[in-house]
């Protein structure tokens, strides 16, 4: 059974610094993995999706690199904006489902970006 | 264009009562899944539906849940006999196509309170 794992749980910047969320896997064999953010009380904003042959994706100040053989993978937020504060969500698709397609998430990383 | 959609975004329900959640997903995708979040359970894969082939309802809970999609398109959700741990946020996403390697877009969820 796949097990995704966030750390830190929570993190607290001051605006401007740059800062690594990082996520963790226990089954290798993936199809892609999935970066998301979520503000209280809303759905999921996805930010990038690594395939599971790519090593990072960019998105303006995001960047996310993935390890598959290591089952690791980090979202790097360049230049921390209060804009930011909100729980970011790690998720993979993976390959020993046997029909369909779902999603395993982690618990999310809870960041506040202060003024 | 219009991201996915779910309707109601709040229902407050009775124990034993039977309710219904829609989502309406990306117009062109094929693919609608459900999911759960709630507290001290992350977010959980319910079911997931692919064009015309038999939906993958392994992640259902327990037989009051159901759900069905109707012409390719509009899902129901259906909770029977509502109990106090059905108390949860439902997320429905959707995605482009069959293949793994397509990024799933989530609506803004319905908040569903089982008194």
């Known amino acids: 059974k796949q097990e995704v794992t966030q750390i830190p749980a929570a993190l607290s910047v001051p605006e401007g610094e740059n800062l690594v969320l990082n996520c963790s896997f226990t089954d290798s064999a993936i199809y892609n993995l999935q970066w998301f953010r979520q503000d209280p009380g809303k759905g999921l904003t996805s930010l990038l999706l690594i395939q599971s042959s790519q090593r990072e994706q960019t998105s303006g100040r995001l960047n996310a690199s993935l390890d598959k053989s290591s089952g690791r993978s980090t979202l790097y937020i360049a230049a921390s904006q209060p804009g930011d504060s909100a729980t970011y969500l790690c998720?993979?698709?993976?390959?020993?489902?046997?029909?369909?397609?779902?999603?395993?998430f982690g618990e999310g990383t809870q960041l506040t970006v202060n003024p | 264009g219009a991201g996915v959609s779910q309707s109601p975004s709040n229902k407050v329900t009775e124990k034993g009562k039977d309710v219904e959640l829609r989502c309406d997903p990306i117009s062109g995708h094929t693919a609608l899944y459900w999911y759960r979040q709630s507290l001290g359970q992350g977010l959980e894969f319910l079911i997931y539906f692919q064009g015309n082939s038999a939906p993958d309802k392994s992640g259902l809970p327990s037989d009051r849940f159901s759900a069905e999609r109707t012409g390719g398109s509009v899902s129901t959700l259906t909770i029977q006999r509502t109990q106090q741990e059905d108390s949860a946020v439902y997320l429905c996403?959707?995605?482009?196509?069959?293949?793994?390697?397509?990024?799933?877009?989530f609506g803004p969820g319905t908040r569903l309170t089982v008194l």
């Open positions: 998720a993979v698709d993976s390959m020993w489902e046997t029909s369909g397609s779902r999603l395993t």
């Open positions: 996403a959707s995605s482009l196509a069959s293949h793994r390697y397509n990024e799933q877009f």
